[in-house]
């Protein structure tokens, strides 16, 4: 995939405001850390995870993605009537129809002529959703579009800590470790074909993309429903992690090669590069395989978590914001999530 006429205009995210320490997790998990004989700060050791952000418990999706979408409007001056499509991404939803971005587009007050609807694609849905918008706007279908979403750590997590008390096996908690790195977020990415006269005169042109996939390997994250009786259903995630990343960086090494020679790049071309943030043992694994020096990288998963689709706009935000992100700078977003599906963009800064 190469593109010509597209630009990222605005990166504007929304952090959640409850600040939640790998600690406060484990406390609740004493009992089963007292059977298992696992030593408290086992979490943070293992994650590289100190805290993560939670939302309240009466928050809705719809209105994270909306305060991350408004910040994107104002920051940028860019009229609502120019937004060809808003589209919301995110694993997390208000609802099962309509789709959430329907609330989203009405909050913001989109024309009739705006296409409005959600992407599904696990933890790189905003890539995706990026995309999507990035096809419309170089086909000439529209001149703008704002991909948007939000994610909630903190149901499922509560859920997956009353699973491992009820059965505390070290199986149990091997597959629910991933499930307690959870934090939560929004975000909105604002594109444009550059034509725009805006605010921020922030203009980050998208080069092209690399995506493979290895659905065979489906199974090995899952976040559903299941029954637990007859009549009763309960919301469920487990992760077999240690297949999970081995796979994983496997997908991700064999997306990388394809991305650099399309973009008839070498290692050295590549200033800097934003990870989907999962964690220290998934950092270590895709940039020593990759062969990109960590001082190319910026990290945020040690005080945000991993958030799911925000977590790599939110990190590119935020090393924008520091300085880390320069312009003219080489940058590539490295996503790879369940499916298991990996997506590569490259832009110039």
């Known amino acids: 995939m190469k593109y010509s006429r597209v630009f990222i205009n605005s990166l504007a995210y929304e952090l959640a405001p409850t600040v939640i320490k790998s600690s406060e997790l484990e406390s609740r998990l004493a009992p089963l850390y007292k059977k298992l004989h696992i030593p408290m700060g086992q979490l943070a050791a293992l994650t590289g995870i100190i805290e993560r952000r939670w939302w309240p418990e009466d928050h809705r999706l719809s209105d994270g993605a909306i305060m991350a979408a408004k910040k994107s409007m104002v ?8 937004i060809g499509a808003v589209v919301y991404t995110g694993v997390c939803r208000d609802q099962h129809e309509p789709a959430t971005a329907c609330r989203i587009a009405s909050a913001l007050g989109v024309n009739r002529s705006t296409a409005i609807y959600d992407i599904s694609n696990a933890c790189l849905g905003v890539l995706s959703g990026i995309l999507d918008i990035a096809n419309r706007i170089e086909l000439g279908q529209i001149k703008a579009g704002l991909v948007v979403s939000c994610e909630s750590a903190r149901h499922i997590v509560d ?4 699973s491992m008390l009820k059965n505390p096996s070290i199986q149990n908690f091997a597959q629910s470790l991933a499930t307690l790195t959870g934090g939560s977020g929004a975000t909105a990415v604002l ?10 005169q922030c203009q980050h042109q998208l080069l092209g993309a690399s995506h493979l996939s290895a659905p065979e390997h489906h199974d090995l994250c899952q976040w559903g429903v299941q029954k637990i009786g007859l009549k009763l259903q309960q919301e469920f ?4 992690a240690v297949p999970l990343l081995k796979e994983g960086v496997k997908l991700a090494n064999e997306t990388w090669q394809h991305f650099l020679q399309q973009r008839d790049w070498t290692i050295d071309d590549v200033d800097k ?38 977590s790599l706009p939110i990190t590119a935000a935020i090393a924008n914001e520091q300085g ?11 996503g790879i999530g369940s499916g298991l599906n ?8």
């Open 324 to 334: 880390f992100l320069k312009k003219g700078d080489n940058v590539s977003f490295l």
């Open 273 to 310: 590069v934003i990870c989907h943030q999962v964690g220290s043992s998934n950092q270590k694994q895709v940039l020593s395989t990759l062969q990109i020096p960590e001082s190319k990288e910026f990290p945020t998963f040690p005080y945000l978590g991993n958030m799911g689709t925000v």
């Open 237 to 240: 995630m487990r992760t077999n």
């Open 191 to 200: 594109l444009t074909d550059g034509s725009f006269q805006l605010k921020n």
């Open 75 to 82: 920051e940028t001056g860019i009229d609502i009537n120019d």
């Open 159 to 162: 859920i997956t800590i009353d």
């Open 342 to 349: 990996c997506m590569m963009l490259g832009l110039k800064w």
